[in-house]
């Protein structure tokens, strides 16, 4: 037996609101980030919202989540770069109330080791 596809989210979804990709942007699942660098910042998030998608019960958006990874920040010889790495967010709508609660975020970095 095979899974249906994922069904595309849109603006006639009962679970979308106008509001709902800013809404998204709560919080990230910090801990593959962190093994990146000595020192992970967190510098922002991108979710597309008007990409999401209804896989069973759960609701998932794309997202860019972007870093700055720094490496021996206590040395003279301090090396840093920004970079991002795809992300997946799962989160449940409420459209009447207009609140999004994100469940995880799941973030591959496995371009980083590659």
Same mark, same amino acid.
């Given at each position: =037996?095979?899974?249906?596809?994922? =069904?595309?989210?849109?603006?006639?979804?009962? *679970?979308? %609101?106008? #509001?709902?990709? !800013?809404?998204?942007? #709560?919080?990230?699942?910090?801990?593959?980030? #962190? @093994?990146?660098? &000595?020192?992970?910042? *967190? @510098?922002?998030?991108?979710?597309?919202? !008007?990409?999401?998608? /209804? #896989?069973? +019960?759960?609701?998932?958006?794309?997202?860019? /989540?972007?870093?700055?990874?720094?490496? +021996?920040? &206590?040395? !003279?010889?301090?090396?840093?770069? @920004? +970079?991002?790495?795809?992300?997946?967010? %799962? *989160?449940?709508? +409420?459209?009447?109330?207009?609140?999004?609660?994100?469940?995880?975020?799941?973030? !591959?970095?496995?371009? %980083?080791?590659?």
């Amino acid at each position: =037996m095979t899974n249906p596809a994922p =069904m595309q989210l849109t603006q006639r979804s009962p *679970f979308w %609101f106008p #509001e709902l990709p !800013d809404k998204l942007v #709560e919080r990230p699942d910090w801990q593959p980030l #962190e @093994e990146l660098s &000595n020192q992970t910042l *967190f @510098e922002g998030i991108e979710v597309y919202g !008007d990409a999401a998608v /209804i #896989e069973g +019960d759960a609701l998932i958006a794309p997202a860019t /989540i972007y870093v700055r990874l720094t490496y +021996d920040p &206590n040395s !003279d010889d301090v090396v840093s770069f @920004e +970079d991002s790495y795809p992300a997946r967010v %799962f *989160f449940s709508s +409420d459209s009447k109330e207009k609140r999004v609660t994100v469940n995880k975020i799941h973030v !591959d970095t496995t371009s %980083f080791f590659q």
